[in-house]
T-cell receptor, first 113, second 114 residues
């Protein structure tokens, strides 16, 4: 979905390094999310934000932090990367209703060696 | 607790045959149910959703899903499969009465053989 852009698409980093994944959207949505995808585990929610001043932890927030710089931008940071954070990371947005579908970016494949 | 299960890791079907991808859920309130599809190297794409009303929901690419409250199921169906339907399919549920969190199933890989 070109309306949600994630950078970089691929990243290889070493254990202990700080890394930031960026997400920007042109859909005008207030709600933004970061998910992690692992084979056999589906998608798990890391953090979500319902507006610029609102940040909430998801089910697996340990080891991650986020920043909502503007309505359109939501970045995810790994302060000190570890190998079990190797995964596919997705940013998503949605409308304000709880029944609004999510719109996903194309993902960032992160490898921590 | 809110949960969603996709009991099949993979579904194999011949092109032209009907397909079903299964999903069951557990919520405390009324469910909002979703199906998404993921093609290789892409993010998830929304297919369809059930909020309330008619139990048969129609979505993108000829897919439909049937909500069954008594069986707590929301199976994805298509009358005639295409090779291009081969992808990873995710069911998701949100408890409409309580939490704002959307819970995803583990995904089902659909393989359509020519």
């Amino acid at each position: 979905d070109a309306d949600v852009t994630q950078t970089p698409r691929n990243r290889i980093t070493k254990t202990g390094k700080r890394i930031m994944l960026e997400c920007s959207q042109t859909k005008g949505h207030d709600r933004m999310y970061w998910y992690r995808q692992d084979p056999g585990l589906g998608l798990r929610l890391i953090y979500y934000s319902f507006d610029v001043k609102d940040i909430n932890k998801g089910e697996i927030s340990d080891g991650y932090s986020v920043s909502r710089q503007a309505q359109a931008k939501f970045s995810l940071s790994l302060e000190s990367a570890i190998p079990n954070q190797t995964a596919l990371y997705f940013c998503a947005t949605s409308g304000d209703r709880d029944n609004s579908p999510l719109h996903f970016g194309n993902g960032t494949r992160l490898t921590v060696t | 607790a809110q949960s969603v299960a996709q009991p099949e890791d993979q579904v194999n079907v011949a092109e032209g045959n009907p397909l079903t991808v299964k999903c069951t859920y557990s919520v405390s309130g009324n469910p909002y149910l979703f199906w998404y599809v993921q093609y290789p190297n892409r993010g998830l794409q929304f297919l369809l959703k059930y909020i309330t009303g008619d139990n048969l929901v129609k979505g993108s690419y000829g897919f439909e899903a049937e909500f069954n409250k008594s069986q707590t199921s929301f199976h994805l169906k298509k009358p005639s499969a295409l090779v291009s339907d081969s992808a990873l399919y995710f069911c998701a549920v949100r408890d409409g009465g309580a939490t704002n969190k959307l819970i995803f199933g583990t995904g089902t890989l659909l393989a359509v053989q020519p």
